[in-house]
């Protein structure tokens, strides 16, 4: 599976972003898709994940309430919307495909990545 992120960019505290992941090779509904984020200096963070359905979603508590991962299978693409954004939501998101079927997700459990798309938020 090949993943393109897109949508990354500059906005101000308290503004949204939608990010896209364009999902190609083999069956996109084979996989659970998720999003990542690495800040500077820090780790990679799970942030959200989706079934194959895009039926049901987990969220870290970290974007609880103001993110929401929703995904296209006709499209292959998955999405996330960003709301409220805030300064320390300045990362790089990476998109993410799983064969884990179930829970939230550590890095490890992630079988292909995208390249990462830069979100700077500016207060």
């Known amino acids: 599976v090949q993943l393109q992120a897109s949508g990354g960019g500059m906005v101000l505290a308290g503004g949204s972003l939608i990010l896209s992941c364009a999902a190609s090779?083999?069956?996109?509904?084979?996989?659970?898709m998720g999003w990542f984020r690495q800040a500077p200096g820090k780790e990679r963070d799970f942030l959200a994940v989706?079934?194959?359905?895009?039926?049901?979603?987990e969220y870290s508590d970290s974007v609880k309430g103001r993110f929401a991962i929703s995904k296209n299978n006709a499209k292959s693409t998955v999405y996330l919307l960003m709301n409220s954004l805030k300064p320390e939501d300045t990362a790089v998101y990476y998109c993410?495909?799983?064969?884990?079927?179930?829970?939230?997700?550590?890095?490890?459990?992630?079988?292909?990545w995208g390249q990462g798309t830069l979100v700077t938020v500016s207060s």
């Open positions: 989706i079934d194959w359905s895009g039926g049901s979603a």
């Open positions: 993410a495909a799983t064969s884990r079927t179930w829970g939230q997700l550590e890095t490890y459990d992630v079988d292909y």
């Open positions: 090779g083999r069956t996109f509904t084979s996989y659970r």
